[in-house]
Structures are given as C-alpha cells and as structure tokens.
C-alpha cells in the first residue's frame, strides 16, 4: 500500500530516461495535452487525493520547463505525465511535486505484477483479435504475444520503455491508469522472450529501495 505523508498518498512515481519511438507514437495518440517527442525523458506521477493533481501539475509548469502530457482524475487518484529533452528538468518537476506534498520517491506504492504470460504463435483469429484492440501496430499470424498486467497502472510505462529498448518488437496497447494497467506486445518468439525478461526486471527494480 502506497505510503502515507503530511496527508497525500503517493501510488506512482516513475522516471523515464528516453522515450523508446514506439511508445511516444503511441503516447501522442492518447495524450491529452502537450505530446512528447522520441527520446524525450518522462515522469509519471500519481496520488491522492485526486483533485490534488491539479496543483502539483502547476507546481511542476511553474518550477520547471517541463511540458504537460496527460493529465487523469478518478475517485481517488489523479496521475499526471510530464516530458521534456533534459532529463534534469523531468527529475526537477518531480522534486518540486514531491518537495511541496512532504514525500520521497521511496513512499511510492511497490509494484506487483499481476499476469506475466507469453502466448507462443498465435493463429490467424487471434492475431486479427488483437488488431482489434489495438492502438498501436497489427499482430500478425504467427508471432507470438507477450500479455502484461500491473498496478500501479504506471508502472507499465517503464516496463515497456524498457521492453522496447531491449527487443525487436511491436506495441500493441499499454494502458497506464485505472486500478491496474496492461501492456501487450508482439514480435518473433525469441524476442519476446527477451522483452518479457526486460520489463520484469524493470518493475522489479521499481521495488528495489522500498
């Protein structure tokens, strides 16, 4: 459970150093403000109570050169995206936001993953079924299917920045909100294999420190 300070709970907190290209296509085609450019770093960032947001959002524009890139508010939480070029001002935003709730980056929630499953040479239905859903590429006969769900839904941002960056392999879909998220990707067995162990590693490292 995320931990508790001077009355904020923070359920994410998750840096990015270089946007992978893939991930920013699709990142601009769900942002709902400022999108971001390849290899721009990246923060997202996620708390209660969820109207808060909003005036962490203008802390970190007004410390900051940072850019706004997607901004949610549910029930409980709210969770901002923020980019830019220089990693130092991505990391600076995120002090300020932290700086002003009274919070570390160690009181973020730990990371669980909920379903790690690979689908090995998926038939042609089940290719076009996840075209379907898609996002981002078109699966393929063939290919097999890597099926991610996490919570926090942020967290599966660097999963698959990290999955990307080690494989050759497409996205599908990732979702980074809600209760819990989910990333789907695709590509040759052997390279899904080493995008499986990739993204692993990255939300395992998320808890390291915690």
Do not use: W
Request: net charge neutral.
């Amino acid at each position: 459970m995320a931990a508790k300070q001077s009355g904020f709970q923070l359920r994410a907190y998750v840096f990015i150093d270089a946007i992978q290209p893939q991930l920013a296509q699709f990142m601009a085609k769900t942002n709902r403000v400022y999108d971001p450019k390849e290899y721009d770093a990246a923060l997202f960032l996620e708390l209660a109570p969820a109207m808060e947001i909003h005036i962490k959002i203008d802390q970190a524009l007004k410390a900051t050169k940072v850019r706004l890139g997607s901004l949610v508010t549910e029930r409980v939480f709210g969770m901002m995206q923020v980019h830019h070029a220089d990693q130092g001002e991505v990391r600076a935003a995120g002090a300020a936001v932290l700086r002003a709730a009274g919070l570390k980056e160690t009181d973020r929630a730990r990371c669980n993953i909920l379903e790690n499953r690979i689908i090995r040479s998926i038939e042609q239905d089940h290719a076009i079924a996840f075209t379907g859903m898609s996002q981002g590429n078109m699966a393929l006969e063939g290919e097999s299917v890597l099926i991610m769900e996490a919570e926090p839904a942020a967290c599966l941002s660097i999963a698959c920045n990290e999955a990307l960056k080690a494989a050759r392999i497409k996205l599908i879909d990732i979702r980074v909100f809600g209760q819990t998220g989910r990333l789907i990707l695709t590509g040759p067995e052997a390279e899904i294999d080493v995008a499986s162990a990739a993204a692993t590693a990255a939300l395992e490292n998320l808890n390291r420190g915690l």
